[in-house]
């Protein structure tokens, strides 16, 4: 089956520091990768959709100077959380598509941030 | 607007049998999604379905009706493992994931 990794797994950071999170299709190529935030006992929030080699498309509400997406190949995107916040200690968790004939997304097993 | 409804938690005993519900108001419809996520862990994919209908895989079953708008997720020989939140998740027309709250399933001995 599809196999997503994310790096780091749980980062612990100071407030004011930015923090990069790695996602990477392992045995796929992925044209399309999604970005979404979980806090706890809620939902998944979708914030941006990312096409290898071209801008990532945010969600309303998700500002894109603070969450810099890049997508330089179809195995790898990152999230990149800039000036980092205590309001944005949460579980973000990546996946893939593109990989069969529906539209099933592949997760990676997320990213816990810690701001303090 | 686009709108996934499920119940928040659902309790059940070890060994039974749940089904849990969801109902769905998207523009266009491309199919839905059912998804298990235990906690501090990210969601592993459990179902998809497209067309009217039930589809059994092992002790899981996933059922469709697009005129009524409705799924469910049934789970059999309920076991302590099964101790979950579910996911439901429908594809609208552009083919974006529109995603329900989540319902916790709880199992008892």
């Known amino acids: 089956g599809a196999v997503v990794s994310q790096h780091p797994s749980w980062v612990i950071c100071k407030s004011g520091t930015s923090v990069k999170i790695e996602c990477r299709s392992l045995d796929f190529q992925a044209t399309t990768m999604f970005w979404y935030r979980q806090f706890p006992k809620q939902s998944l929030m979708l914030m941006a959709t990312?096409?290898?080699?071209?801008?990532?498309?945010?969600e309303q509400g998700v500002e894109k100077d603070k969450f810099l997406i890049n997508h330089a190949s179809l195995t790898l995107s990152t999230l990149t959380v800039t000036s980092a916040h205590p309001e944005d200690s949460s579980f973000y968790i990546c996946?893939?598509?593109?990989?069969?004939?529906?539209?099933?997304?592949?997760f990676g097993p997320g990213t816990r941030l810690t701001v303090l | 607007g686009q709108n996934i409804d499920q119940p928040t938690e659902m309790t059940a005993t070890e060994g039974a049998i749940v089904q849990i519900n969801c109902t769905y108001q998207?523009?266009?419809?491309?199919?839905l999604f059912w998804y298990q996520q235990h906690a501090g862990e990210a969601p592993t994919f459990l179902s998809y379905n497209v067309l009217d209908g039930l589809e059994e895989k092992g002790r899981f079953s996933s059922f469709l009706s697009r005129s009524k708008g409705y799924s469910y997720l049934l789970l059999k020989e309920l076991q302590m493992k099964d101790s979950a939140s579910y996911l439901c998740?429908?594809?609208?027309?552009?083919?974006?994931?529109?995603w329900g709250a989540g319902t916790k399933l709880i199992i008892k001995p």
């Open positions: 990312s096409n290898e080699g071209s801008k990532a498309t945010y």
């Open positions: 998207t523009s266009g419809f491309n199919g």
């Open positions: 996946s893939a598509g593109g990989h069969s004939s529906y539209n099933e997304q592949f």
């Open positions: 998740a429908a594809v609208d027309s552009n083919y974006q994931l529109i």
